[in-house]
């Protein structure tokens, strides 16, 4: 799904910026905002957008069928076609949101709240490996022959923030979810940045654990940094 933000008034030096960038690569910049949820991940997205005069594309995990069935049954129902078609159902549709995207770059910004690599991580976590080995090479396939976001802009928070935030929202937290905080976690540190599956992309890492105390000082960090990359 696309959503258009329209924040009236493009500085004029960035509009400068961006029309250079259009005279040089035949489209506008591509920018991909990732890391798990609870970061502010969706906050700095859609300040990226309102900046950029951008338009956001979006995973919807509520329209996916396999998806509804795996929360409606809490984990009792142990069928692993059903784990399969919910990642060939994320890849597919995270491939059209892209294809797309790089289309209509010809006429605006664009600012994914998604990239395509945490398809991968959650097949790691949840597929057996016989189902897992042809998913990968459908993956590698699509992977080698999409586009690749300008830049990427990592969000990142340690275990304990984030669930401080999931607590501070009601969520439930037990253990299970504690764990899968830590494994998200691990698998975006080791297979985004650190595995250069976006090498020939810019991309900025922030910390909001650390570096960051209010949502305000971020997304001022975050504009001033993406404003020198674009270039």
Same mark, same amino acid.
């Given at each position: 799904?696309?959503?258009?933000?329209?924040?009236?008034?493009?500085?004029?030096?960035?509009?400068?910026?961006?029309?250079?960038?259009?005279? *040089?690569?035949?489209? /506008?910049?591509?920018?991909?905002?990732?890391?798990? $949820?609870?970061?502010? =991940? !969706?906050?700095?997205?859609?300040?990226?957008?309102?900046?950029?005069?951008?338009?956001?594309?979006?995973?919807?995990?509520?329209?996916?069928?396999?998806?509804?069935?795996?929360?409606?049954?809490?984990?009792?129902?142990?069928?692993?076609?059903?784990?399969?078609?919910?990642?060939?159902?994320?890849?597919?549709?995270?491939?059209?949101?892209?294809?797309?995207?790089?289309?209509?770059?010809?006429?605006f910004?664009?600012?994914?709240?998604?990239?395509?690599?945490?398809?991968?991580?959650?097949?790691?976590?949840? *597929?057996?490996?016989? /189902?897992?080995?042809?998913?990968?090479s459908m993956? $590698?396939?699509?992977? =080698? !022959?999409?586009?690749?976001?300008?830049?990427?802009?990592?969000?990142?928070?340690?275990?304990?923030?984030?669930?401080?935030?999931?607590?501070?929202?009601?969520?439930?937290?037990?253990?299970?979810?504690?764990?899968?905080?830590?494994?998200?976690?691990?698998?975006?540190?080791?297979?985004?940045?650190?595995?250069?599956?976006?090498?020939?992309?810019?991309?900025?890492?922030?910390n909001?654990?650390t570096?960051?105390?209010?949502?305000?000082?971020?997304?001022?960090?975050?504009?001033?940094?993406?404003?020198?990359?674009?270039?």
């Amino acid at each position: 799904m696309q959503e258009w933000i329209n924040n009236s008034v493009v500085v004029p030096e960035l509009q400068s910026t961006l029309k250079e960038f259009l005279l *040089l690569q035949k489209r /506008y910049p591509v920018i991909a905002v990732t890391w798990p $949820a609870w970061v502010w =991940k !969706t906050t700095i997205t859609k300040e990226i957008a309102s900046y950029l005069w951008a338009i956001i594309y979006t995973e919807l995990p509520e329209n996916n069928p396999f998806l509804k069935i795996l929360k409606d049954t809490s984990g009792k129902v142990n069928d692993a076609t059903l784990w399969v078609n919910n990642q060939n159902y994320f890849l597919a549709t995270d491939v059209w949101e892209i294809t797309k995207a790089f289309i209509k770059s010809k006429e605006f910004p664009i600012v994914f709240d998604f990239s395509l690599t945490q398809t991968f991580i959650f097949s790691d976590i949840n *597929l057996s490996w016989n /189902y897992l080995k042809a998913f990968n090479s459908m993956y $590698a396939i699509q992977f =080698k !022959t999409l586009p690749k976001p300008d830049i990427v802009v990592e969000v990142v928070a340690n275990d304990e923030i984030i669930i401080e935030r999931l607590t501070s929202r009601w969520k439930h937290i037990d253990e299970f979810v504690i764990k899968m905080v830590e494994k998200l976690n691990w698998y975006y540190k080791s297979w985004i940045v650190e595995d250069n599956y976006y090498l020939d992309s810019k991309y900025i890492r922030f910390n909001n654990s650390t570096q960051y105390n209010d949502v305000n000082s971020l997304k001022g960090r975050v504009i001033g940094e993406l404003s020198n990359l674009i270039k």
